[in-house]
């Protein structure tokens, strides 16, 4: 039965039972796709970066560190993170699976979440490689709105929300990203190129890797997404 265009509420409960990962440039849809991939399965998205920026706008010892790193285009170093990801995988709600989006961003981060599964007992995880053209890549970031209540995503050229400046859902505020500026992106990208891209090669040999292509509709996008996942259901 082809479930796709049913009501959430009407779907029968599928089970994910594994870590999900979302792989690929700033601006790729990562966390678009993520975002409705956990509400399908009802398992927790877990965003490093919405992490980290819930520490920096609470002022926190680890946002303190993390927020000029952030500011430009850098990545937090892999101590900061791994402990924050580890604690937060270790509760309940983790326990039927999860969706990574942003992490893991170095081969060390890659490496360490590996280990952290086996030591729980999960499956080996599935990764979703967003390929896309990195010129498509600006215009997608300068363009991105976000709502300070809910988080929803939008784009003013290519999802713009009904009403200027507010969100569809809930009326919130909607605001842009400070690394989303046009001078962030250029050393954003090239961070992803030196530190997260070999991550392609690394789950590429273990097997684990689908790749979307991202440069499509964000419901064509989701699509092959689900079709990844469904595919790989089964699998160890
Ligand atoms: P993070 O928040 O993870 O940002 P990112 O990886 O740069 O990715 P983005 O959130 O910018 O893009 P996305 O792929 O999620 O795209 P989205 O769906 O929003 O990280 C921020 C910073 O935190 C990092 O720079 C680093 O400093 C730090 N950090 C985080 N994790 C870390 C880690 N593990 N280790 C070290 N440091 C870490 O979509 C973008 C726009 O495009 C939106 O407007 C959307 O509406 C639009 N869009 C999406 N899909 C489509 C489509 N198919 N067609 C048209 N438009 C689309």
């Known amino acids: 039965m082809d479930t796709s265009r049913m009501a959430p509420e009407k779907r029968p409960q599928e089970e994910l039972n594994r870590a999900l990962i979302f792989l690929g440039p700033p601006g790729a849809g990562k966390g678009t796709q993520a975002k409705e991939l956990a509400a399908r399965y009802r398992v927790p998205h877990l965003s490093t970066g919405d992490m980290l920026r819930e520490h920096v706008s609470k002022g926190t010892a ?14 937090v170093p892999d101590s900061l993170v791994l402990k924050m990801v580890a604690e ?7 326990s039927h699976g999860f969706v ?4 893991p961003r170095t ?3 890659a490496q360490y979440l590996g280990e952290m599964l086996k030591q729980h007992g999960h499956r080996r995880p599935l990764v979703i490689h967003l390929v896309i053209d990195p010129s ?5 970031l300068t363009g991105r709105r976000t709502c300070k209540a ?14 200027e400046g507010r969100c569809d859902n809930d009326g919130g505020e909607l605001v842009q990203r400070p690394d989303d500026r046009e001078e962030v992106v250029a050393p954003r990208l090239q961070a992803y190129e030196k530190q997260t891209a070999p ?14 292509d991202a440069a499509k509709s964000v419901e064509e996008v989701g699509r092959q997404v689900l079709q990844s996942v469904q595919s790989k259901r089964g699998a160890r």
Do not use: T
């Not at 498509?136 to 997608?140: D, F, G, M, N, S």
């Open 199 to 212: 991550l392609v090669a690394y789950y590429r040999r273990l097997g684990l890797l689908h790749d979307v």
């Open 136 to 140: 498509l890549l600006l215009r997608r």
């Open 107 to 109: 081969v060390a981060q």
């Open 62 to 75: 680890l946002g303190k560190e993390a927020k000029p790193i952030m500011e430009r285009g850098d990545l």
């Open 100 to 103: 990574f989006d942003g992490f």
């Open 88 to 94: 937060r995988i270790e509760r309940p709600d983790c």
């Open 150 to 163: 809910c988080g929803e995503i939008y784009n003013v050229y290519e999802r713009p929300p009904k009403v």
